[in-house]
């Protein structure tokens, strides 16, 4: 009887085990605002060095937290952080690279 006292998540996309994941959520919101950041600054072509770089950081701690993730709802928002923050480095990579092209 104990399963009536429980909501049923295990069909929810945001599903949660009930615990708190501080490291993960900081990972998550870090990839978030990183991915966010390169994919609005790839859309200017001057911007390229901010939008290859923040790409660059936001696709390694996406990854690492992809690495240490444990929930689904960690694991949704960690895959649209990292595609924003992939399409932003790749844009500004394009425009100029890492280096601004000197190199």
């Given at each position: 009887?104990?399963?009536?006292?429980?909501?049923?998540?295990?069909?929810?996309?945001?599903?949660?085990?009930?615990?708190?994941?501080p490291l993960q959520d900081t990972l998550l919101a870090?990839?978030?605002?990183?991915?966010?950041?390169?994919?609005?600054?790839?859309?200017?072509?001057?911007?390229?060095?901010?939008?290859?770089?923040?790409?660059?950081?936001?696709?390694?701690?996406?990854?690492?937290?992809?690495?240490?993730?444990?929930?689904?709802?960690?694991?949704?928002?960690?895959?649209?952080?990292?595609?924003?923050?992939?399409?932003?480095?790749?844009i500004g990579m394009a425009n100029g690279g890492l280096f601004g092209g000197?190199?």
């Amino acid at each position: 009887m104990a399963q009536a006292l429980r909501p049923n998540t295990a069909g929810s996309l945001f599903a949660t085990d009930g615990k708190p994941h501080p490291l993960q959520d900081t990972l998550l919101a870090v990839t978030l605002v990183l991915g966010v950041t390169a994919f609005i600054t790839s859309f200017f072509h001057s911007l390229h060095l901010l939008s290859s770089w923040t790409g660059l950081v936001g696709i390694l701690t996406g990854a690492y937290g992809q690495w240490i993730s444990e929930t689904t709802r960690e694991r949704f928002g960690l895959i649209l952080g990292l595609g924003a923050a992939g399409v932003g480095f790749f844009i500004g990579m394009a425009n100029g690279g890492l280096f601004g092209g000197v190199w």
